[in-house]
């Protein structure tokens, strides 16, 4: 089973001083994911990024200044719904992720009727993807922190490898967070009464450029983004109910 033929789907690449894969993670994209236009969301590079990215074939929104991974997507979200995408893929700019295997999460949205599928690194067969041992720790803690709160298994809370319906990127287009996104972007489907599926991917190691988040930040990243799941979980926000792109004006507080 496949989306439908008439959707229209984009594919946002955040970017931010990737002029020596960017250009590779296009041309991939056009190939592998023909049905999804390509966006370059450069965040304030100070390489040619742009320009190598447009060259691909992609279109580019730049930001005057880095605002982040956060601000990057959801200038992809805002884009999205401002021309009418029914679905919104998101994929790193480092070639990290597999454009191939795009394919893969649209038939997981349309067998499992989700508003969020989560490609997982670490429910492959394969799991060979290397992370220093107190990035596996802090990505475990959130992983059982974020199933005890959403009521199932969630096992790789900080992958970047996600495809979106319309309810979903109406809700991300107004409100997205924006240090280190992914951990509360699960926890705001849940709250916002939204559906999840995770499945296995493979992903590739970084060939160049570096992870926002060094050895040095893995106890500060663990620490903010253990507090801003419990904050996550007191905050009101608006409820969608069935069937609804938008949120209505109800509030619901987990």
Known sequence: ?????????????????????VGEVVRELRRSAPGFDPLVVDDGSTDNTPAVAREAGARVVRHPFNLGIGGAVQTGFTFAQEHNYDYL?????DRQHDPGEIRRLEHAMAESDVDMVCGSRF????????????????IHLFAFLLSKV????????TSGFRLYNRRAIGVFARDYPHDYPEVEAVLMVHAHRLSACELPVSMRERRSGRSSIGSTQSAYYMIKVTLAVLVGLLRARPEIAAGDDAPVAAEHAI
Do not use: I, W
């Not at 394969?126 to 992370?131: E, L, M, R, V």
């Not at 959403?150 to 809370?157: E, L």
């Open 1 to 21: 089973m496949a989306l439908s033929s008439n959707a229209r789907k984009l594919a946002v690449v955040p970017a931010y001083n990737e002029a020596s894969c």
């Open 89 to 93: 893929v998101q994929v790193d700019g």
């Open 123 to 138: 429910l492959h067969e394969d799991h060979k993807y290397p992370a220093p041992v107190s990035r596996r720790t802090g």
């Open 150 to 157: 959403v009521g199932q298994r969630v096992s790789d809370p």
